[in-house]
C-alpha cells in the first residue's frame, strides 16, 4: 500500500498542530516514552525532539525505580530522583512537555509495602504521591496518578493495597492526593484493554470513573494503554477503530477526555505474511486506529511507547519484534506515514479536495468580512445569481 505524499521536512509534531483544538481548546498532543540513557545517543536524542511534542517517562517515575539505598532503621528507601530529572530537564530544554508515568501502581511498588499495617500503606502511598509530585512541581504537565487497577474481568486486581484497603476509595485518594501536592497537571487513570467500548472490562472501568466523578475526585481523563499485537484473538484482539471512536464518546459523557497513552503495534506472529505485508498491516492499523480517535474533540493525543525498532520493551516481555514507527536505524517505516496520513484524513475531511473542487468553493466569513456583507434577504436558490456564500 502507498503511503500519502509527505514531504521529508515533514514531522509528526509539525502535523498534529494543524488539527483543531479539543473541546477544552486544548492543543493535541504527540509524544513518545523515552529513557535516559538512550537520550545521550544524538541520533536517539534528535528524533525526539524534531518529531514529537511530548516525552513520557518510561519507567524512571515508577515508585520502586525512584528509590535507592535503604535507611537501616526503617528498612525503607530514600529517593534518588538523578534518572527522572536529566529526561524531564532534557525534555523542557527543548520545549517539550512531559507526561509522568505513573505514580501508584502495584506491580512497581516497593514490596516493603506489604508488611504495612492499613494506615501505614496509606501514609505510605500519601507520602510517595506528596513527595514525587512536589519534587516535580509545575514540571509535569500530566500524571498517570494510577495504573492498571482494575483485572481481565473489569473486577478490582487482587494487590497489595487492595488486600488492606477498600479500592474505590483508595483509588479517590490517590487523585486527591496528587491534587494537593502539585494542582498544575492534568491528572489520569491509566490501563489496558479498555479500549473498545464494548469490552467487559471497558464497561467496568466507565462506571468506576464515573462513580469517582460524581464523587467530585480530580479526575481530568482516562488513557487508554493500546498494546496492540496484530495477530491478537479474543481479548488480545486490537480494537476496532469505531469502537475505539465510541470510548472516547462515552468516557466525555462524564467528563473525561482520553489519550492513547502507550500505542505500539506488534506484528511479528502474523502467519503468512513476509516483511512487506507486515508492514502494510502495522501501517493500517496505526492510520485507522488514529484516524477514529483524532476525528473527536475530546481526544487529548498520543503517546507512542517508544518509537525506535532498536529499543522495545516488547523484544524482552514477549517476543523479538518491530512495533513501532522508526526501523534500527532510525528509519521512517510504513507505520510512521500511517499516522501522518491519520492526521492528514481528519484535516482532509474539513474542506472537499480534488481537480474538481473551486478554487473558492465557499466564502469564508474572513473574506466575507473584507468585502459587502452577504444578502441574507434572498432564498438559497438565487445565492449564486447574486454572488452570496
Known sequence: MAHKSHSEQTTLKSLVKLLPATSQGEPRHIGTAVMPDLLLDPVYANTVETEFDT????????????????????GECVYDFTDADFIVDWAL????????????WHVTSPKFLEEKSANDLMEAVRRHIHTTCGHFYSRIKSWDVVNE?????????????????????????????????????????????????NAQKAIEMYQMLKILKSRNTPLDAAGL???????????????APGLIFRQIEK????????NISELDVRVAKLAGFDLDGKNRVQKDIYERTLTSCFRS??????????????????????????????????KRKPAYYGVCNSIMNVLNEMDWEGDWVPSSPVMTHSAASESAPPRTDLPDWKLEDHNVA
Open 225 to 239: 494503554q493500546a498494546h496492540f499485537d496484530a495477530s491478537g484473538t479474543g481479548l488480545k484482539r486490537p480494537a
Open 297 to 330: 474533540t475530546h481526544f487529548d493525543g498520543v503517546t507512542f511507547w517508544g518509537f525506535t525498532d532498536k529499543h522495545t520493551w516488547c523484544n524482552t516481555f514477549y517476543w523479538p519484534d518491530t512495533p513501532l514507527l522508526f526501523d534500527i536505524n532510525f
Open 251 to 258: 468516557l466525555a459523557d462524564i467528563g473525561l477526555s482520553t
Open 149 to 197: 487497577a482494575l483485572a481481565p474481568d473489569g473486577s478490582f486486581a487482587e494487590t497489595m493495597f487492595t488486600k488492606k484497603l477498600p479500592a474505590l476509595e483508595f483509588i479517590e485518594d490517590c487523585f486527591r492526593w496528587a491534587k494537593t501536592a502539585d494542582p498544575l497537571p492534568r491528572l489520569i487513570y491509566n490501563d489496558n484493554k479498555v479500549e473498545a467500548v
Open 93 to 104: 530544554s527543548k520545549g517539550l512537555s512531559v507526561k509522568g508515568h505513573t505514580l501508584v
Open 55 to 74: 516525552v513520557c517517562v518510561e519507567h524512571h517515575l515508577k515508585w520502586e525505580p525512584l528509590l535507592a539505598s535503604k535507611l537501616a532503621r526503617t
